[in-house]
T-cell receptor
Framework: DAKTTQPPSMDCAEGRAANLPCNHS???????VYWYRQIHSQGPQYIIH???NNETNEMASLIITEDRKSSTLILPHATLRDTAVYYC???????????FGTGTRLQVTL | IAGITQAPTSQILAAGRRMTLRCTQD?????MYWYRQDLGLGLRLIHY???????GKGEVPDGYSVSRANTDDFPLTLASAVPSQTSVYFC?????????????FGPGTRLTVL
């Protein structure tokens, strides 16, 4: 699976949009982009995934560049409860290929 | 039961002892997974099962074994625990092992091997 690069940490003010970047320049055509997050001491939680098109659900939006070499996860109105480590993963989707890196630690502040 | 559960929540174990971590899901998911998470590192896949009766090795399988006798349960066994197996262990499941791989995670088991 393609490797990903994320900033180790980011800050965001509560109520503002949090934009979390991810580089995946070696992504192949059959690999999806997945985002998970892990709130302190809990198990990871699925957020969203996409292949080519931008995606939106009740939690977040995923913007994938046209060349698919990078993506951005957007939390439109961050709250304190969104403080977590966010993992960007590229994978074909098979069980053995979902590899978690070290992610971005997002701190939402008042 | 709602979702995926793990037991015990935490455990302190003497080196050399045998230990089984339990994982149960009630979502009728076909695929199940075991990960370990060490301080400062991401999750690493230990073993997985695409469907009942089958298992496969992940990134760090040595020292661990699994079984999948039925759909709901996926126990992880440490035959002879060593201090390097001190970690937080997460069990997860997904509807299938296929392309749309939304995994649901349990609350974790914190294991300390002395």
């Amino acid at each position: 699976d393609a490797k990903t690069t994320q900033p180790p940490s980011m800050d965001c003010a509560e109520g503002r949009a949090a934009n979390l970047p991810c580089n995946h320049s070696t992504i192949s055509g059959n690999e999806y982009v997945y985002w998970y997050r892990q709130i302190h001491s809990q198990g990871p939680q699925y957020i969203i995934h996409g292949l080519k098109n931008n995606e939106t659900n009740e939690m977040a939006s995923l913007i994938i560049t046209e060349d698919r070499k990078s993506s951005t996860l957007i939390l439109p109105h961050a709250t304190l409860r969104d403080t977590a480590v966010y993992y960007c993963i590229v994978s074909t989707g098979t069980a053995s290929k979902l590899t978690f890196g070290t992610g971005t630690r997002l701190q939402v502040t008042l | 039961i709602a979702g995926i559960t793990q037991a015990p929540t935490s455990q302190i174990l003497a080196a050399g002892r045998r230990m089984t971590l339990r994982c149960t899901q009630d979502m009728r998911h076909n695929a199940m997974y075991w990960y370990r998470q060490d301080l400062g590192l991401g999750l690493r896949l230990i073993h997985y099962s695409n469907t009942a009766g089958t298992t496969g090795k992940g990134e760090v399988p040595d020292g661990y074994s699994v079984s999948r006798a039925n759909t709901d349960d996926f126990p992880l066994t440490l035959a002879s625990a060593v201090p390097s197996q001190t970690s937080v262990y997460f069990c997860a499941s997904s509807l299938s092992s296929g392309r749309v791989n939304e995994q649901f995670f349990g609350p974790g088991t914190r294991l300390t091997v002395l």
